[in-house]
């Protein structure tokens, strides 16, 4: 998926975001982690030094009382000094700071043990553990190597959410580009027709140009109610009142009579009294979309029929059949059923939305021969 400038600039934004929050935490984490380890180790090692210092302190007691040989643990570093602090025995001979039980000194830590209590002669036993800072070495570098793949592991999940997220609002874009170019087109043909009949009006007289000017006048009209409703609806006010269904039918095939003749198309009708409580211009707007929807996509010469029996209204017409794919997201704002045909995308779209609000029900049916719309209208009949 190619970005574009604001895109990229919007992702960058995302993912610097992104990345110091990732690094604080990381960072965070590895410094408690560290902390931790190191601890962990200085215990570990006390209580090696501990058991060491006991292990000499058990021989020499031993050694005394039941006179066992006296022997030290094999590669621990120890020194034995008397009362006195003068050196009895061990591997290493240097300054030690008896007053203090334990301690970190050059490197190493020292363990000061007095549990002999003079057997043997013994009065100090005096272990030590060294290499100490290269073991933290080794944890600083674990851990890091360890965070450093996280934060990899990280940056690409980052990186993938990104432009997951840009997804969405590209689609909108695309959808809202659409729907621009859609309505600038729709625009278009009437007020070109309207400009073009007009002119010829004036030239020839000829009846014929004032209906052309009357149906792209009721084009636009009809646009502009469609854009209107899609924009305003949440901000107007509704009137309810009883509404026949009948006459608002009527006048709208009146309204597309200029359209109708133009496409030689024949509409029949059974209509049968209708009356619910509604806003009467969304019942209108609702079965305007509706037979606007059914000339538009009907093939040329045909037959739409208009059948309102027991306040269900059905329109058929016989047009393309609507894939099965299509029938799914028809209603969605912005879809059409056919993308070459005319259109914006937002009349059936009207049409949901006002059933929705008024609990009717609506379906379409779509094969070779006919597709049907139809709207139940389940409000109290009278």
């Known amino acids: 998926m190619s970005l574009s400038r604001s895109e990229q600039k919007a992702l960058l934004r995302f993912f610097l975001t992104y990345i110091i929050a990732v690094g604080i935490v990381i960072t965070s984490f590895a410094y408690l982690q560290y902390n931790i380890k190191k601890e962990s180790l200085k215990d570990k090692i006390v209580a090696k030094l501990q ?3 006991f292990d000499i302190a058990s021989s020499a007691i031993d050694a005394q009382m039941e006179g066992k040989r006296f022997v030290t643990p094999k590669g621990v570093d120890f020194l034995l000094l008397d009362k006195n602090k003068k050196f009895i025995k061990g591997t290493f001979e240097e300054k030690i700071l008896l007053d203090h039980p334990l301690y970190h000194s050059n490197d190493c830590i020292y363990y000061i043990d007095k549990s002999a209590k003079g057997h043997l002669g013994i009065e100090y036993i005096v272990v030590k553990e060294c290499g100490i800072h290269a073991k933290y070495q080794k944890i600083l570098k674990n851990i890091i190597l360890l965070s450093l793949l996280y934060f990899l592991f990280l940056l690409g999940i980052g990186w993938y959410l990104g432009r997951l997220f840009l997804q969405p609002m590209r689609e909108s874009l695309e959808t809202l580009d ?3 170019k859609d309505s600038t087109h729709e625009l278009n043909t009437p007020v070109t027709t309207l400009l073009l009949a007009t002119q010829k009006l004036k030239k020839t007289n000829n009846p014929k140009y004032l209906d052309i000017i009357i149906m792209s006048a009721r084009l636009l009209s009809s646009i502009h109610q469609d854009l209107t409703y ?31 003749d133009q496409k030689g198309l024949t509409v029949s009708k059974e209509l049968h009294s209708c009356t619910i409580e509604a806003d ?9 979309n509706l037979i606007d929807n059914a000339i538009k996509y009907a093939f040329k010469n045909s037959k739409i029929k208009i059948t309102l029996q027991g306040c269900q209204l059905s329109i058929t017409n016989r047009s393309k059949p609507i894939p099965n794919e299509k029938l799914k997201t028809i209603f969605e704002r912005y879809q059409r059923a056919e993308n070459d045909q005319g259109g914006y995308g937002i009349g059936l779209h009207i049409v949901q939305r006002i059933c929705k609000k008024y609990n009717f029900l609506i379906s379409v049916e779509s094969n070779e021969e006919k597709t049907t719309f139809t709207v139940a209208f389940n409000q109290s009949k009278k």
């Open 51 to 53: 058991k060491e210092a």
């Open 230 to 260: 899609a924009t305003l609806a949440k901000k107007r006010k509704n009137y309810l009142q009883q509404v026949d269904i009948v006459p608002i039918i009527e006048d709208i095939l009146r309204f597309f009579d200029v359209l109708i």
């Open 280 to 288: 009467p211009d969304e019942i209108r707007l609702l079965i305007k």
């Open 178 to 180: 659409r729907f621009i």
